[in-house]
Protein backbone atom coordinates (compact mmCIF):
# COMPACT_ATOMS: atom_id res chain seq x y z
CA UNK A 1 0.00 0.00 0.00
CA UNK A 2 0.86 3.25 -1.01
CA UNK A 3 2.66 5.57 1.85
CA UNK A 4 -0.67 8.39 3.01
CA UNK A 5 1.55 9.96 5.36
CA UNK A 6 1.06 14.26 5.59
CA UNK A 7 3.88 15.93 5.60
CA UNK A 8 1.54 19.33 7.11
CA UNK A 9 -0.12 21.53 4.40
CA UNK A 10 1.57 22.93 1.41
CA UNK A 11 -0.40 26.04 1.11
CA UNK A 12 -2.22 27.72 3.74
CA UNK A 13 -3.91 26.36 7.00
CA UNK A 14 -4.55 22.95 7.06
CA UNK A 15 -8.38 23.30 7.67
CA UNK A 16 -11.30 20.85 6.68
CA UNK A 17 -14.23 21.46 4.83
CA UNK A 18 -16.80 23.71 6.80
CA UNK A 19 -15.18 21.67 9.86
CA UNK A 20 -16.16 18.18 9.02
CA UNK A 21 -14.36 15.83 10.89
CA UNK A 22 -10.70 15.05 9.63
CA UNK A 23 -9.46 11.60 8.61
CA UNK A 24 -6.25 10.38 8.19
CA UNK A 25 -6.00 7.93 4.84
CA UNK A 26 -3.35 6.10 6.53
CA UNK A 27 -5.70 4.93 9.19
CA UNK A 28 -8.58 2.98 7.92
CA UNK A 29 -10.45 3.20 10.98
CA UNK A 30 -10.70 7.02 10.44
CA UNK A 31 -13.08 6.76 7.47
CA UNK A 32 -14.71 3.34 8.30
CA UNK A 33 -18.35 3.34 7.32
CA UNK A 34 -18.18 6.87 6.46
CA UNK A 35 -20.07 8.15 3.03
CA UNK A 36 -18.03 10.70 1.30
CA UNK A 37 -13.87 11.47 1.56
CA UNK A 38 -12.89 15.51 0.77
CA UNK A 39 -9.36 15.00 -0.68
CA UNK A 40 -7.50 18.22 -1.47
CA UNK A 41 -5.69 18.07 -4.78
CA UNK A 42 -3.47 21.31 -4.74
CA UNK A 43 -1.93 20.85 -8.22
CA UNK A 44 -1.66 23.77 -11.00
CA UNK A 45 1.46 22.00 -12.91
CA UNK A 46 -0.62 21.66 -16.34
CA UNK A 47 -1.67 25.05 -16.42
CA UNK A 48 -1.63 26.09 -19.78
CA UNK A 49 -2.05 29.67 -18.81
CA UNK A 50 -2.83 31.05 -15.80
CA UNK A 51 -1.22 29.13 -12.99
CA UNK A 52 -2.86 29.24 -9.27
CA UNK A 53 -5.14 26.24 -8.93
CA UNK A 54 -2.92 25.37 -6.55
CA UNK A 55 -4.43 27.31 -4.19
CA UNK A 56 -8.01 26.76 -4.83
CA UNK A 57 -8.56 23.05 -2.47
CA UNK A 58 -8.23 25.81 0.58
CA UNK A 59 -10.33 28.39 -1.03
CA UNK A 60 -13.39 26.04 -1.55
CA UNK A 61 -13.53 24.38 1.55
CA UNK A 62 -13.38 28.34 3.78
CA UNK A 63 -15.46 30.21 1.07
CA UNK A 64 -18.85 30.44 3.49
CA UNK A 65 -19.86 33.23 5.39
CA UNK A 66 -21.46 30.76 7.88
CA UNK A 67 -20.16 29.11 11.11
CA UNK A 68 -17.41 26.62 10.01
CA UNK A 69 -19.57 23.82 12.15
CA UNK A 70 -20.09 21.25 9.88
CA UNK A 71 -23.76 21.37 9.03
CA UNK A 72 -25.42 23.14 6.24
CA UNK A 73 -29.21 21.99 5.86
CA UNK A 74 -30.35 22.98 2.55
CA UNK A 75 -33.41 25.05 1.61
CA UNK A 76 -34.85 23.27 -1.59
CA UNK A 77 -33.86 19.56 -0.56
CA UNK A 78 -34.73 19.70 3.44
CA UNK A 79 -31.54 17.53 3.79
CA UNK A 80 -28.63 18.40 5.99
CA UNK A 81 -25.39 16.93 3.61
CA UNK A 82 -22.98 17.61 6.09
CA UNK A 83 -25.34 15.63 8.86
CA UNK A 84 -27.43 13.35 6.81
CA UNK A 85 -23.95 11.96 5.16
CA UNK A 86 -21.19 11.04 6.89
CA UNK A 87 -18.86 13.16 5.49
CA UNK A 88 -14.46 13.67 6.64
CA UNK A 89 -12.18 15.52 5.05
CA UNK A 90 -8.83 13.47 4.37
CA UNK A 91 -6.91 16.70 3.79
CA UNK A 92 -4.66 17.63 0.97
CA UNK A 93 -2.80 15.00 -1.59
CA UNK A 94 1.12 16.46 -1.71
CA UNK A 95 1.39 17.43 -4.75
CA UNK A 96 4.35 18.96 -6.67
CA UNK A 97 3.86 21.23 -9.78
CA UNK A 98 7.38 20.21 -10.58
CA UNK A 99 6.74 16.65 -11.24
CA UNK A 100 3.47 16.02 -12.65
CA UNK A 101 4.11 12.03 -13.19
CA UNK A 102 4.24 11.82 -8.83
CA UNK A 103 1.54 14.33 -8.25
CA UNK A 104 -0.84 12.04 -10.59
CA UNK A 105 0.35 8.67 -9.46
CA UNK A 106 -0.07 9.71 -5.82
CA UNK A 107 -3.51 11.19 -6.32
CA UNK A 108 -4.77 8.39 -8.03
CA UNK A 109 -3.58 5.78 -5.32
CA UNK A 110 -5.57 8.30 -2.32
CA UNK A 111 -9.02 8.25 -4.73
CA UNK A 112 -8.64 4.59 -5.30
CA UNK A 113 -7.92 3.90 -1.50
CA UNK A 114 -11.37 5.94 -0.61
CA UNK A 115 -13.50 4.48 -3.15
CA UNK A 116 -11.89 0.80 -1.89
CA UNK A 117 -13.30 1.57 1.32
CA UNK A 118 -16.78 2.18 -0.20
CA UNK A 119 -16.69 5.90 0.21
CA UNK A 120 -17.18 8.29 -2.80
CA UNK A 121 -14.46 10.34 -3.46
CA UNK A 122 -14.96 14.48 -3.80
CA UNK A 123 -11.50 15.74 -4.65
CA UNK A 124 -11.52 19.90 -4.27
CA UNK A 125 -8.95 20.86 -7.19
CA UNK A 126 -6.17 22.08 -8.29
CA UNK A 127 -6.45 22.09 -12.46
CA UNK A 128 -7.71 19.68 -14.65
CA UNK A 129 -4.59 17.53 -15.19
CA UNK A 130 -6.39 16.05 -12.42
CA UNK A 131 -9.49 14.34 -13.57
CA UNK A 132 -7.34 12.02 -15.09
CA UNK A 133 -6.18 10.45 -11.74
CA UNK A 134 -8.98 10.70 -10.12
CA UNK A 135 -11.20 8.77 -12.56
CA UNK A 136 -8.92 6.19 -12.80
CA UNK A 137 -8.27 5.80 -9.37
CA UNK A 138 -12.53 5.31 -9.14
CA UNK A 139 -12.26 2.88 -12.46
CA UNK A 140 -9.78 0.79 -10.59
CA UNK A 141 -12.39 0.04 -8.25
CA UNK A 142 -15.25 0.06 -10.09
CA UNK A 143 -14.58 -1.57 -12.92
CA UNK A 144 -12.02 -0.36 -16.03
CA UNK A 145 -14.43 0.98 -18.54
CA UNK A 146 -17.73 0.87 -16.42
CA UNK A 147 -17.49 4.43 -15.22
CA UNK A 148 -19.68 7.20 -17.08
CA UNK A 149 -18.53 10.70 -17.03
CA UNK A 150 -20.45 13.82 -16.60
CA UNK A 151 -18.29 16.97 -17.64
CA UNK A 152 -19.16 20.19 -17.10
CA UNK A 153 -16.48 22.34 -18.49
CA UNK A 154 -15.87 25.46 -21.57
CA UNK A 155 -13.28 23.52 -23.02
CA UNK A 156 -13.08 19.53 -23.94
CA UNK A 157 -9.85 19.29 -22.55
CA UNK A 158 -9.30 15.95 -24.82
CA UNK A 159 -5.88 17.24 -26.40
CA UNK A 160 -2.26 15.09 -26.95
CA UNK A 161 0.43 16.98 -26.55
CA UNK A 162 0.80 20.28 -24.82
CA UNK A 163 4.64 21.70 -24.03
CA UNK A 164 5.97 18.48 -24.86
CA UNK A 165 3.91 16.56 -22.42
CA UNK A 166 1.12 14.24 -22.28
CA UNK A 167 0.09 15.58 -18.97
CA UNK A 168 -1.96 18.61 -18.86
CA UNK A 169 -5.49 20.49 -18.18
CA UNK A 170 -5.82 20.05 -21.68
CA UNK A 171 -5.43 16.78 -21.90
CA UNK A 172 -7.25 14.19 -19.06
CA UNK A 173 -10.15 13.17 -21.45
CA UNK A 174 -7.75 11.97 -23.75
CA UNK A 175 -5.60 9.85 -21.39
CA UNK A 176 -8.48 8.57 -19.57
CA UNK A 177 -10.10 7.56 -22.87
CA UNK A 178 -6.91 6.13 -24.36
CA UNK A 179 -6.38 4.00 -21.49
CA UNK A 180 -9.22 2.38 -20.97
CA UNK A 181 -10.48 3.51 -17.60
CA UNK A 182 -13.58 5.05 -19.50
CA UNK A 183 -15.38 4.53 -22.86
CA UNK A 184 -15.42 7.60 -24.85
CA UNK A 185 -18.87 6.53 -25.16
CA UNK A 186 -19.90 7.06 -21.87
CA UNK A 187 -18.16 10.57 -21.80
CA UNK A 188 -20.99 13.30 -21.43
CA UNK A 189 -19.56 17.27 -21.74
CA UNK A 190 -21.54 19.61 -21.13
CA UNK A 191 -20.93 23.83 -21.80
CA UNK A 192 -18.34 23.90 -24.29
CA UNK A 193 -17.74 26.74 -26.42
CA UNK A 194 -15.13 29.02 -27.91
CA UNK A 195 -12.40 28.42 -29.87
CA UNK A 196 -10.79 25.51 -29.00
CA UNK A 197 -10.13 22.52 -29.78
CA UNK A 198 -9.05 22.32 -33.50
CA UNK A 199 -10.78 20.03 -36.16
CA UNK A 200 -8.11 17.21 -35.81
CA UNK A 201 -9.40 16.96 -32.06
CA UNK A 202 -12.94 17.04 -32.69
CA UNK A 203 -12.54 14.33 -35.30
CA UNK A 204 -10.71 12.22 -32.41
CA UNK A 205 -13.81 13.07 -30.24
CA UNK A 206 -16.35 11.90 -32.54
CA UNK A 207 -13.86 8.76 -33.02
CA UNK A 208 -14.49 8.13 -29.67
CA UNK A 209 -18.14 8.26 -29.64
CA UNK A 210 -18.01 11.23 -27.53
CA UNK A 211 -20.70 13.46 -27.01
CA UNK A 212 -20.42 17.30 -25.74
CA UNK A 213 -23.34 19.11 -25.70
CA UNK A 214 -22.45 23.03 -26.90
CA UNK A 215 -23.48 26.13 -25.52
CA UNK A 216 -25.15 27.02 -28.58
CA UNK A 217 -26.81 23.21 -28.56
CA UNK A 218 -27.77 24.16 -24.76
CA UNK A 219 -28.94 27.29 -26.03
CA UNK A 220 -31.20 26.20 -28.49
CA UNK A 221 -32.79 22.98 -26.83
CA UNK A 222 -32.76 24.11 -23.15
CA UNK A 223 -30.28 22.84 -20.43
CA UNK A 224 -32.79 20.21 -18.99
CA UNK A 225 -33.36 18.15 -22.33
CA UNK A 226 -29.56 18.36 -22.78
CA UNK A 227 -29.15 17.17 -19.22
CA UNK A 228 -32.15 14.44 -19.81
CA UNK A 229 -30.22 12.41 -22.96
CA UNK A 230 -26.60 13.17 -21.31
CA UNK A 231 -28.16 11.22 -18.21
CA UNK A 232 -29.74 8.42 -20.09
CA UNK A 233 -26.71 7.46 -21.95
CA UNK A 234 -23.95 7.91 -19.35
CA UNK A 235 -25.08 5.06 -17.01
CA UNK A 236 -25.52 2.71 -19.81
CA UNK A 237 -23.47 -0.74 -19.01
CA UNK A 238 -21.07 1.48 -16.47
CA UNK A 239 -21.65 1.10 -12.36
CA UNK A 240 -22.10 4.60 -11.96
CA UNK A 241 -20.98 7.99 -12.55
CA UNK A 242 -17.82 10.10 -12.30
CA UNK A 243 -18.39 13.91 -12.41
CA UNK A 244 -15.96 16.38 -13.02
CA UNK A 245 -16.94 20.21 -12.92
CA UNK A 246 -14.33 22.70 -14.43
CA UNK A 247 -15.41 26.19 -12.55
CA UNK A 248 -15.24 27.74 -16.01
CA UNK A 249 -18.14 26.28 -17.51
CA UNK A 250 -19.91 29.65 -15.43
CA UNK A 251 -19.51 32.29 -17.32
CA UNK A 252 -16.49 34.56 -16.39
CA UNK A 253 -19.13 36.58 -14.76
CA UNK A 254 -20.19 34.33 -12.43
CA UNK A 255 -15.88 33.04 -11.81
CA UNK A 256 -13.32 35.31 -12.79
CA UNK A 257 -11.13 32.74 -10.58
CA UNK A 258 -9.96 30.17 -13.10
CA UNK A 259 -7.00 29.60 -15.45
CA UNK A 260 -8.84 29.84 -18.65
CA UNK A 261 -11.88 31.68 -18.58
CA UNK A 262 -14.14 31.60 -21.75
CA UNK A 263 -16.94 34.23 -22.44
CA UNK A 264 -20.98 32.76 -22.71
CA UNK A 265 -20.87 30.11 -20.49
CA UNK A 266 -23.75 28.79 -18.00
CA UNK A 267 -24.83 30.86 -15.08
CA UNK A 268 -24.28 30.18 -11.58
CA UNK A 269 -27.80 29.59 -10.98
CA UNK A 270 -27.35 26.92 -14.09
CA UNK A 271 -24.57 25.21 -12.91
CA UNK A 272 -25.77 24.51 -9.32
CA UNK A 273 -29.40 23.23 -10.67
CA UNK A 274 -27.32 21.48 -12.67
CA UNK A 275 -25.23 19.95 -10.54
CA UNK A 276 -27.60 19.34 -8.13
CA UNK A 277 -29.67 17.19 -10.48
CA UNK A 278 -26.65 15.08 -11.57
CA UNK A 279 -26.44 13.83 -7.48
CA UNK A 280 -30.29 13.00 -7.56
CA UNK A 281 -30.75 11.22 -10.77
CA UNK A 282 -27.20 9.64 -10.84
CA UNK A 283 -25.24 6.98 -8.90
CA UNK A 284 -22.44 8.89 -7.81
CA UNK A 285 -19.26 6.88 -7.60
CA UNK A 286 -16.53 10.41 -7.38
CA UNK A 287 -16.68 13.89 -7.69
CA UNK A 288 -14.07 16.49 -8.40
CA UNK A 289 -14.22 20.69 -8.90
CA UNK A 290 -11.57 22.04 -11.03
CA UNK A 291 -9.64 25.34 -11.91
CA UNK A 292 -10.18 27.95 -9.26
CA UNK A 293 -7.21 30.04 -8.73
CA UNK A 294 -7.89 32.59 -6.01
CA UNK A 295 -5.13 35.00 -7.36
CA UNK A 296 -7.53 35.91 -10.03
CA UNK A 297 -10.86 36.35 -7.45
CA UNK A 298 -12.02 39.12 -6.99
CA UNK A 299 -14.42 39.01 -3.80
CA UNK A 300 -14.66 35.10 -3.47
CA UNK A 301 -16.64 35.22 -6.07
CA UNK A 302 -15.27 32.11 -7.57
CA UNK A 303 -14.53 30.12 -4.47
CA UNK A 304 -17.75 30.55 -3.33
CA UNK A 305 -19.69 29.05 -6.24
CA UNK A 306 -17.01 26.11 -6.22
CA UNK A 307 -18.32 25.49 -2.12
CA UNK A 308 -21.73 25.83 -3.51
CA UNK A 309 -21.01 23.36 -6.19
CA UNK A 310 -19.76 20.86 -3.72
CA UNK A 311 -22.76 22.02 -1.47
CA UNK A 312 -24.98 20.69 -4.13
CA UNK A 313 -23.88 17.68 -5.12
CA UNK A 314 -23.64 16.42 -1.36
CA UNK A 315 -27.18 17.94 -0.76
CA UNK A 316 -28.05 15.72 -3.86
CA UNK A 317 -26.37 12.92 -2.65
CA UNK A 318 -28.34 13.11 0.62
CA UNK A 319 -31.71 13.32 -0.83
CA UNK A 320 -31.08 10.47 -3.02
CA UNK A 321 -30.08 8.60 -0.34
CA UNK A 322 -33.35 9.34 1.65
CA UNK A 323 -35.27 8.20 -1.39
CA UNK A 324 -36.72 11.41 -2.49
CA UNK A 325 -35.52 12.41 -6.38
CA UNK A 326 -37.62 15.50 -6.50
CA UNK A 327 -36.05 18.36 -6.92
CA UNK A 328 -38.22 21.92 -6.72
CA UNK A 329 -36.05 23.64 -9.05
CA UNK A 330 -36.17 21.23 -11.97
CA UNK A 331 -39.23 22.64 -13.48
CA UNK A 332 -37.27 26.18 -13.59
CA UNK A 333 -34.52 24.20 -15.58
CA UNK A 334 -36.57 22.25 -17.94
CA UNK A 335 -37.89 25.38 -19.07
CA UNK A 336 -34.68 26.77 -20.09
Do not use: K
Amino acid sequence: MPDMSRYGPQYGPDVTFLGVQRCDLGDPASYADVDVVIVGAPFDGGTSYRSGARFGPLAIRTADYLPHDGSRPSLPLRVDALGDLRVVDAGDVEMFSGDAARSCRDLEAAVQTVARSGAVPVVLGGDHTITWPDATGVARVHGWGRVGVVHFDAHADTGDIEFGSLIGHGQPMRRLIESGAVRGDRFLQIGLRGYWPPPEVLDWMAQQGMRSYEMSEIGARGLGTCLDEAFTIAVQDCEGVFLSVDIDVADPGYAPGTGTPEPGGLTARELLDAVRRVALELPLLGVDVVEVAPPYDHAEITASLANRVVLEVLSGMAARRRGSASDPARPLLEGR
